[in-house]
């Protein structure tokens, strides 16, 4: 680990530029601009809150909050695997004429899909204010889940940028079990809805854990206890380092593929 955070610290600012670099390119050409990344959850909200609210009729207080802060955080998740996935990949013209850590690539496009949600808080602090929603003063634990998420994510970006290398098909399985993963967090529905035993099997759905956290301390103003903080780090950390372990058993070969 020592040697990652070394090797880290001379390449920061390649790491930096990468991000600006992918920020510039999603929002070029487009007229609003940075700006997508406030309206879009904003869309989908109402979108989601028209449809579970008026034609399932789902009865959660305070729906379109509820979904935003839900959605908010798994999409940071979705898009940070689905970027890191094909990072190397996409990097291969420069990784063939470069030395450069092959792990910085994914990590970029985990801290990229970060950036993005930074702006998306923006419309779930825009909603507070639209809905006169309470602020506890829990909502400063707020980045405790967003962390927890991140780590997991880049974990698991590391391993499925090192599979897609070798299994290309990996990209749209991958793109089956999110849709699968989506449906089975809960987001647009409550856990109480939920049966005794596929609620058991809930709790080995680390973005369960993550998404009801992120929500205690946004809306609940409860405060996680110590098993649920341990079992987030637990998930969290375990991912990354069998990531890293995991990218750097293969990345020595990846010259053979791209």
């Not at 090797?7 to 070029?28: A, P």
């Not at 940071?76 to 063939?96: D, G, H, P, Q, R």
């Not at 779930?124 to 405790?144: H, K, N, Q």
Request: hydrophobic share 50%; charged share 15%; glycine share 4%.
């Amino acid at each position: 680990m020592r040697a990652y955070f070394e090797t880290f610290k001379r390449y920061k600012y390649l790491l930096i530029n990468l991000i600006t670099k992918d920020v510039k390119l999603k929002y070029r050409r487009s007229v609003l601009g940075i700006f997508w990344s406030v309206l879009n959850p904003l869309l989908m909200m109402i979108v989601i809150s028209a449809v579970f609210s008026n034609i399932f009729r789902v009865n959660i207080d305070n729906f379109p909050i509820y979904y935003l802060t839900g959605s908010t955080l798994f999409n940071m998740f979705s898009e940070t695997t689905n970027y890191s996935m094909m990072s190397v990949l996409e990097a291969k013209s420069l990784i063939k004429k470069v030395h450069i850590p092959k792990y910085i690539f994914p990590l970029e496009k985990c801290m990229f899909g970060f950036v993005n949600f930074l702006f998306s808080m923006i419309a779930v602090a825009f909603m507070y204010i639209i809905f006169g929603y309470p602020i506890y003063w829990t909502i400063l634990l707020f980045p405790v889940p967003v962390i927890y998420t991140l780590i997991f994510s880049i974990g698991l970006g590391l391993i499925l940028s090192a599979l897609s290398v070798f299994f290309r098909d990996i990209v749209h399985l991958y793109s089956v079990l999110l849709t699968a993963w989506t449906y089975f967090t809960p987001i647009m529905y409550p856990y109480d809805i939920l049966n005794d035993k596929i609620k058991l099997i809930m709790h080995l759905n680390p973005m369960f854990h993550y998404v009801k956290y992120f929500r205690d301390v946004l809306m609940y103003k409860t405060i996680p206890n110590l098993e649920t903080n341990l079992i987030c780090i637990s998930i969290s950390v375990g991912t990354l380092i069998f990531g890293l372990l995991f990218f750097k058993s293969k990345q020595d070969k990846f010259i053979l593929y791209i």
